[in-house]
């Protein structure tokens, strides 16, 4: 599996991935985006902007590399810095299918992706991603899965995911929403031929929202490899945006509100890769000192605190604007 070279990375980064929602495409619903990246939007801004990211990362250890179809060109500017880097070959690159882009380039579309779970869909953007990152792409997701989803009982796409996965590709999802949970547990009751189908699940998990900890965990222990994302709740962790309680133990340890959050997540024995969502390369260094992060008891004890109920956080994630 293209995970046992993250397993044999000894930088003390390589449980820290980089998600390339916020740099992929101009609007994003994280707190601060104005301040981030400014006015200057562009497609070439913001390719140049990915390539620096990824370069500071790989640099600083990281080794995998999160995008997704609906990321805008996040697919197109990781497969661009991959083709004039062929002697990479100790990284693991991720993507995701399920979820249209439909901003056009704009940060007040009316919709910016639409969601669709069908056969259909899978066979397009599958087409689209091996157009762009042929075989560096390591794991393919199903974006954000619901108990709802059709993806957890649609048998045809099962087996053309087996298909994939007989391959050599692995094969993975995302959840999202109060019921994580549950989306969880039902993907790890998916099987084609008597075999899981998935060995991979992304979740958000954060100070705030920590609902989906049980079932992450047993995914873990059924083999899966866990990834977390939205690590700061897109922002309402880091920074002038974070809950008094992380402010003060970020200033005692001398390091950043978003090394603190995101240190909490490290601390899981179940998480096995942790996503940064910089989007810029302070960020990104700031989010790496989570690695050095050592918090005490007390310290979580105080940060426990701060959990939200599921719905309550997830309501308040529906609201935040796209900027």
Sequence with gaps: M????????????????????????????????????????????????????????????????????SYGRSEEFLADWLHTRPGLDDIVVGSKWGYTYTADWSTDAEKHEVKDHTLATYERQRAESDALLGDRLDLYQIHSVTPDSPALTDKELHAKLAEAAAQGLTVGFSTSGPAQADAIRAALAVTVDGEPLFRTVQSTYNALETSAAPALAEAHEAGLTVIVKEGMANGRLAGPHAPAVVRDIAERTGLGCDAVALAVILRQPWAGVVLSGAATANQLASNLHAAVVDLDDDQLTRLATLVEEPHAYWERRAQLPWH
Excluded: K
């Design 2 to 69: 293209p995970f046992a070279r993250l397993a044999n990375a000894t930088t003390p980064t390589c449980h820290i991935g980089l998600g390339l929602a916020a740099v992929g495409r101009p609007g994003y619903i994280n707190l601060g985006r104005d301040e981030d990246l400014g006015d200057d939007r562009s497609v070439e801004t913001l390719r140049t902007r990915t390539h620096e990211l990824l370069d500071a990362a790989y640099a600083q250890g990281v080794r995998y590399f999160d995008a997704a179809r």
